[in-house]
């Protein structure tokens, strides 16, 4: 058995050798039926690196792929790689390179990004935390097959589906989290699909970021937690309570209480975890499909109450193309990067994302019964369930 052992090398990287016989030679997720990936010589973490990212949604494909992941030990040029960024991507004379990967880890992928939203390939080099620019790829895919990807939070509450949505931190996963506690069906967080005819929506299963202040809310979810995330979370409060007991003291002016004082605020950033929705949920994650019923537009306001008010369902169509335009900016950064590399190439339906979404959520939101809520931020999670609950 040949092994390879990764060196560190000025220029060159050197993956690890991936034993042939711990590879399976395709695997297929099938997404509801709108999109279709299948991995080629995945070793058994690379498809694990991609079922966090997708969720158990892998079954048998009874048609051709739309995306084709293939792996492979290492990914040879037809020439020098020319760098758009330090550690971004890079380009040969045939080929496009996205060189980074989840929390920004060095990674040899190759996009063609003018073929992506038809049947396209992927091909990546053993080892990923995940395939970079996976999701988008997919939606885009999705996108041209007629179904429409939203940024949105999605759940069945007593037979009724319900879908909201909104600008990112918008409220969407405060109401999953509220209606989840009181036994809704899980359906999907972050992004979600809605079919066609708009009769349908479906999910795939990524982290849910809970924040400190969720948990405050919703205690229950804290037991749920990894001992090793909840102690994290006292620490980062405990720190925080530190800082605000200096200051109140008097003793701001120490050393120790300065350096608090500039870490506080990162701090408070670092206060969430991210949880598979599965550990987070009690009754599991079901078919991860649902109707779709209700349509629930979240925003912040500057007022203390929780408000709502019917809204056009077209209207909210033509606002979240703008949020999903906010979505993919690293996404149609690395776009841009390519056709910097490759002029003459196109990608139709990227160049023309914006009109394919308006259309399609204007169909599948159509006639919909929709309700825009205005909240604080951060709200009160018992509130929002309050205020939508009539509604459902």
């Known amino acids: 058995m040949e092994t390879r052992v990764r060196a560190r090398t000025v220029g060159r990287r050197f993956p690890r050798r991936v034993p042939s016989f711990a590879r399976e030679r395709e695997i297929d997720y099938d997404l509801h039926g709108l999109a279709g990936i299948r991995l080629v010589d995945a070793s058994p973490g690379d498809a694990a690196a991609v079922a966090r990212q997708l969720g158990p949604i892998r079954a048998p494909l009874d048609r051709e792929p ?127 699909y809605v079919s066609a005819d708009g009769e349908r929506v479906h999910g795939i299963p990524e982290p849910i970021r809970v924040w400190d202040w969720h948990l405050r809310h919703l205690p229950e979810y804290r037991a749920r937690l990894r001992a090793g995330d909840r102690a994290r979370l006292a620490a980062i409060r405990s ?74 369902p077209l209207e909210v169509a033509r606002r979240m193309v703008f949020s999903h335009q906010h979505e993919r900016l690293d996404f149609l950064g690395s776009y841009l990067r390519f056709r910097f590399a490759f002029p003459e190439r196109i990608n139709p339906i990227l160049e023309e994302a914006e009109q394919f979404e308006r259309d399609s959520l204007e169909r599948v939101f159509a006639r919909k019964t929709c309700y825009a809520v205005y909240h604080p931020y951060p709200v009160s999670i018992p509130a929002l369930f309050d205020a939508m609950r009539p509604l459902c």
């Open 239 to 312: 720190a925080i309570a530190l800082e605000s007991s200096l200051a109140a003291t008097g003793a701001s002016g120490l050393a120790p209480a300065r350096a608090l004082t500039r870490l506080s605020p990162l701090l408070r950033r670092q206060l969430f975890v991210d949880v598979p929705p599965e550990t987070l949920f009690e009754g599991g994650l079901g078919t991860l499909s649902g109707g779709f019923d209700r349509l629930f537009f979240l925003t912040s306001h500057e007022g203390s109450d929780v408000a709502v008010e019917q809204i056009d």
């Open 66 to 192: 739309d995306i084709v992941i293939r792996f492979v030990d290492h990914l040879a040029t037809s020439s020098s790689l020319r760098y758009l960024g330090p550690g971004e991507a890079g380009f040969t004379d045939d080929a496009f390179f996205v060189l980074r990967s989840k929390h920004k880890t060095p990674a040899k992928v190759k996009v063609g990004f003018a073929e992506l939203g038809g049947r396209c390939e992927i091909v990546c080099e053993h080892g990923l935390a995940a395939v970079p620019l996976l999701i988008p790829i997919l939606n885009l895919a999705v996108l041209r097959g007629g179904a429409a990807p939203l940024h949105a939070s999605a759940f069945v509450f007593e037979g009724t589906g319900v879908v909201a949505t909104g600008w990112s931190k918008g409220g969407k996963t405060e109401a999953l989290l509220a209606f989840m506690s009181r036994g809704a069906e899980y359906v999907g967080d972050e992004w979600v």
